[in-house]
């Protein structure tokens, strides 16, 4: 892979536009596509990097990347244009405060672009940011590729329509969403869920391969490691706590949970959460979780939060892509959100569906515990958490809709970063040089 500068252009890619290929030997710059890449928050830096991973599989390294991401996709080159930590906000009065800030990145960002003249703009999730960079790119002759498809099911239909006016291409992780597109012509694929594509490749889901693996003891078996790493004691009685990669969910949850994790250890003695984060937030978070009357252990890293997810015994999590990655490791689960009051009231108003959490969507009725708002309180936390603690039938149940769940994600061809990767190069191939 070729990294291409952000000070580089697509003729002239300057100093940073050259890196080695397999062999040791330099690439230059005009040795594969350039491809231009828009992450706007952790998850979609994740996604990010592994679609890089499989566009230099299947082009054998050539292949050069400029744009905006965070540490995982810096780790394939990336050179951002500007940290991604200034998108990271949730709610729709959260954002008003930083509207002035956004645009001026929207038009930093498709100016640099038109400069580098990619062969291909991908744009990760992030809709409010990278769906507004994309929409002003329409009719630039560069293929416009949109990955993650805005939650039109939910609310806001009309962006369908909209968004087949000016994308070429859309990439969607949920089997039930491309009909909500393909009605308006736009090229829409179900490439699959990140969260089914495990840590290595060809590494099944616990949850679809193994139920019983996910047993307690099956559990104690495999934590030891992780317990020596980070020195907690041998009976600790481990819960996964995850409170959000944005500042704003970690100032709203980490008190409630807190309270609630108090509460829980009335009944569970030796209580210990572990809280898995990213860069962004991880010193908030450790100054939050500090305040905790039960020990908590902060760790960082993708590999050290699926170790995570097989050492605990159940997760608190906060709403989001979280849950369906809690689900594919087979790890029972109680969701809690809370947003700024006036963005819930909008919410209730104008939300189409019945749940907030995939695992409870995919399948049309509650897997998983929802506590949204004021019915989030360290009273209900207890009373559904505390079930999936102990093997029993609350926690079989939950297991086996996992497997259900993990199915309707999976791909059948190949990995799901993969399969976008190929759309890709395949949208790239058929667009006419002439027209980029």
């Known amino acids: 892979m070729t990294p291409a500068s952000p000070s580089g252009s697509k003729a002239d890619a300057g100093p940073g536009a050259v890196s080695l290929n397999g062999t040791g030997a330099p690439e230059t710059a005009e040795e594969g596509p350039l491809i231009f890449l828009i992450a706007g928050e952790p998850s979609g830096d994740l996604l990010g990097a592994r679609l890089m991973t499989a566009l230099e599989e299947l082009t054998g390294g050539k292949v050069r990347f400029a744009g905006v991401g965070g540490p995982g996709m810096a780790a394939h080159g990336l050179k951002t244009l ?7 906000i949730m709610g729709i009065f959260e954002t008003v405060p930083h509207l002035f800030s956004i645009y001026r990145r929207i038009k930093q960002t498709r100016a640099e672009i038109l400069r580098q003249r990619p062969d291909a703009l991908v744009t990760i999730d992030a809709p409010s940011f990278t769906l507004q960079v994309a929409k002003g790119l329409r009719g630039q002759g560069i293929p416009l590729i949109h990955y ?18 000016y994308l070429d291409l859309l990439l969607v992780l949920l089997p039930f969403e ?25 590494e099944e889901p616990a949850s679809a391969s193994n139920p019983s693996a996910n047993s307690l003891a099956g559990r104690d078996e495999r934590n030891r490691d992780f317990r020596e790493r ?26 409630v949970f807190g309270e609630g994790l108090e509460r829980m250890s009335r009944e569970i003695p ?30 960082e890293g993708v590999d050290e939060k699926h170790d995570a997810f097989e050492a605990c ?12 990655e809690l689900a594919v490791a087979g790890l029972p689960t109680v969701i809690g959100y809370r947003v700024n009051p006036l963005t819930a009231w909008l919410a209730s108003h104008i939300l189409k569906i ?3 959490s995939l695992p409870n969507l995919l ?38 809709d996992f497997t259900e769940v993990v199915k309707l994600l999976t791909p059948h061809e190949e990995r799901p970063s993969m399969v976008a990767a190929r759309q890709i190069l395949s949208q790239i191939e058929h667009t006419p040089a002439t027209d980029r």
């Open 82 to 88: 500007f940290p991604i930590s200034e998108l990271a």
């Open 148 to 165: 993650v498809a805005p939650q039109v099911w939910a609310w806001k239909a009309w962006r369908a329509k909209e968004l087949a006016q």
């Open 178 to 202: 491309p009909p909500y597109f393909e009605k308006y012509g736009l090229n829409t694929k179900f490439v699959g869920h990140p969260a089914v594509e495990g840590r290595a490749e060809g």
């Open 230 to 255: 980070h020195g907690i004691a041998e009976q600790a009685r481990l819960i996964c706590v995850l409170p959000g990669s944005r500042k704003g969910e970690v100032s709203r949850l980490c008190e």
């Open 270 to 299: 030796d209580l210990h959460a572990v809280v898995p984060t990213v860069a962004n937030v991880a010193d908030f978070v450790r100054a939050e979780t500090g305040k905790w009357p039960v020990p908590a252990t902060v760790i």
């Open 313 to 324: 015994e159940a997760a608190l999590a906060a709403s989001g892509t979280i849950a369906v």
């Open 354 to 356: 019945k749940f907030v």
């Open 363 to 400: 399948l049309g009725r509650l897997v998983v515990p929802e506590l949204l708002q004021h019915y989030m309180t360290p009273e209900t936390i207890v009373s559904r958490l505390a079930p999936l603690m102990k093997e029993g039938a609350a926690r079989q149940k939950q297991l086996g």
